[in-house]
């Protein structure tokens, strides 16, 4: 597992890492561990000034120079295409600035009289020894739309820094949070900065790599980059789009928009069949350990699968895919809140009526719940659905989700415990979150979901580093993510509308009959198939740690799976959640932890 971190304290840290590479020689409280490619890791110093830029990112000459000669000012976590962070190293301070999509999430713990930072709460975790936060699994498994992006990580006694802030570590062990972006609204252009800024994203990974690969589902988002990537690959060089797909069906749906956009673009086309072993729930005893449940532990056969056959057949060092399109590119309904708020009133009754039509709903519930929550703040509806969570009472949002949270029912196997542990993490939810201003309700929320894609899709980059791939998620990148939620209100599309922005950013690039489209393949069918065929090992699952715990009723989690693999109506996201969870937890316990060892076995230095 790749990482990176350090100490701040005036001396040497009591412990440090096995197997880590100090950044500086003469810097001991600073290192990384793993493999780094020279272009993710630039480092330099000046005097008593120690400055590292680490990841992907495009850098011109000489920024290096003026960062380490004149000091980081707040702007570097945006300054430069990729995804990286920036670190800054005194005798006085430790400064670390997030990037804006969480895609390299910031964890600090207390120990050894100093204070501990990672880019992974796992290897901290290995440090102090903390076990995994069960607040925190409770939110996620019963109020999952309930987003908590600076909220604590996974594991007890450890912090997560907020995307977008500095962090900085003083003398005396304090520890300070502040906010260095936010949206900022700008008119004009907007699809011409994002498809720019795309290309800049795009083209970090593709001229660092040998064999650059990435997703061609068929949608949207995997296809701009697989076509932006083609423009920016040089002549010497292949970018091959992958598409997988079930054996026996190899045409019609995602297939057919995928073979397009490959014949008009020229890109090399590789197909890769699924068979019965890469059905989802498949294989969820062999997960690597990860900093908290991953997006594609339900699909880890099938996302393996795929990794090791790139890896093997076509040699790929580079792989990128279009996780966070949809976060990011995708409006939510509770814009039709921030223009009721602003009196935009035309306005939102129009949007709240082709919303209405599109999910075939009354526009009357839309518009009375875009209203109440337009005139109640974020922290009474957290405090709200808090105390419904313990009193077992269903407190969801009205019809069509105009809301901060969906609409789903707490599970039904869901215990007591579970829902109180759940509450108490939401309750202090309003401690460290600063109130949205009038009119921001959607960009926030939209800020919200990008850092939790971009944390979580950590854990998958984790995943898939054990299998020996470099992942890449462009979308999550910081410009991209700045120069999309810097939309103002007035130019943001409707939630209705589907991903205007990237079409008129790619209009040149995109067929036809891909602009066209509206919807995306289902692969629910593979989900009931892969449930049928595992359903013995998922009731095995549901009789351990979270049923011991407290937060999971087996024999109702066991009945709610036999049910759901029998095709009866009972949502997916009753059961993914408690699954996911319990395969991490077994994970951890199967993983050795990371070891850290008392300083002095330092590596080369840089």
């Known amino acids: 597992m790749r ?64 960062l380490r000669t004149f000091g980081v000012p707040d702007q570097v976590a945006w300054r430069w295409p990729g995804s990286y962070t920036v670190m800054e190293i005194t005798p006085q301070r430790t400064r670390v600035w997030t990037d804006l999509g969480g895609a390299w999430p910031i964890y600090v713990a207390a120990a050894d009289d100093g204070v501990y930072w990672a880019s992974s709460s796992l290897a901290l975790a290995g440090l102090t020894g903390t076990k995994p936060n069960l607040d925190r699994l409770a939110t996620w498994l019963v109020a999952p739309s309930v987003l908590l992006p600076a909220g604590p990580p ?25 906010r260095v972006w936010s949206p900022r609204p700008r008119s004009g252009r907007v699809s011409e900065r994002l498809r720019a800024e795309l290309s800049a994203a795009v083209s970090v990974r593709v001229d660092t790599a040998s064999t650059p690969t990435v997703d061609l589902s068929g949608g949207y988002d995997s296809t701009a980059l697989a076509l932006l990537g083609q423009a920016a690959t040089s002549a010497d060089k292949t970018l091959i789009g992958v598409t997988v797909y079930p054996v026996g069906r190899a045409a019609g749906g995602d297939l057919d928009y995928a073979r397009l956009a490959a014949a008009r673009s020229g890109i090399v086309h590789r197909l890769m069949p699924l068979d019965a072993d890469h059905v989802p729930y498949t294989g969820l005893n062999v997960l690597p350990a990860t900093d908290e449940p991953a997006p594609s532990t339900i699909a880890y056969a099938r996302f393996s699968g795929q990794l090791r056959w790139m890896r093997e057949t076509l040699s790929t060092d580079c792989h ?84 901060w949270y969906a609409s789903d029912s707490v599970p039904p196997w869901a215990t007591q415990e579970s829902r109180t542990r759940a509450a108490t993490a939401i309750a202090s939810f309003p401690e460290w979150k600063q109130e949205p201003a009038i009119g921001s309700f959607a960009a926030t929320l939209a800020t919200e979901g990008m850092v939790e894609v971009g944390r979580s899709a950590r854990a998958d980059i984790q995943l898939s580093e054990a299998i020996g791939v470099p992942l890449h998620n462009p979308f999550t990148d910081s410009r991209v993510v700045d120069a999309y939620l810097s939309i103002p209100l007035a130019e943001r599309p409707g939630p209705a509308d589907y991903k205007p ?22 692969f629910n069918p593979d989900h009931y198939n892969g449930m049928r065929a ?73």
């Open 154 to 178: 996974h594991f007890e006694e450890i912090g997560l820094a907020p995307a977008g802030h500095r962090v900085t570590i003083t003398p005396d062990n304090g520890v300070q949070m502040t």
């Open 3 to 66: 990482w990176f971190g350090g100490f701040h304290k005036p001396m040497a840290p009591s412990r440090s890492p096995a197997d880590h590479t100090p950044i500086w020689s003469d810097a001991p409280g600073c290192w990384t561990v793993g493999q780094w490619p020279d272009y993710e890791l630039r480092a330099t110093r000046h005097n008593h000034r120690f400055v590292a830029v680490i990841g992907p990112c495009t850098m011109p000459p000489g920024d290096m120079e003026r």
């Open 320 to 403: 990128m895919t279009g996780d966070g399109g949809d976060s990011l590119l995708c409006s939510p309904p509770i814009m039709l809140a921030d223009l009721l708020a602003t009196k935009c009133y035309r306005r939102g009754a129009l949007e709240a009526i082709r919303w209405a039509r599109l999910r075939r709903v009354s526009v009357w519930p839309l518009l009375k719940s875009a209203y109440q929550v337009a005139h109640t703040t974020h922290t009474e509806t957290l405090r709200s659905l808090s105390q419904s969570l313990i009193a077992d009472i269903n407190n969801s949002a009205m019809e069509g989700d105009v809301g």
């Open 501 to 522: 922005v990237l079409r008129e950013a790619l209009t040149n690039l995109f067929p036809s009959e891909l602009a066209a489209r509206r919807t995306k393949g289902d």
């Open 534 to 606: 595992n359903l013995t090992e998922l009731h095995a699952l549901a009789d351990g740690r979270l049923a011991s715990s407290g937060l999971v009723d087996r024999t109702k989690l066991q009945r709610t799976l036999t049910m759901t693999a029998a095709g009866l109506p009972v949502p997916f996201s009753t059961v993914e959640p408690a699954v996911a969870a319990e395969a991490w937890l077994r994970s951890l316990d199967n993983t050795p932890g990371v070891r850290w060892v008392p300083t002095g076995n330092t590596g080369a230095g840089r």
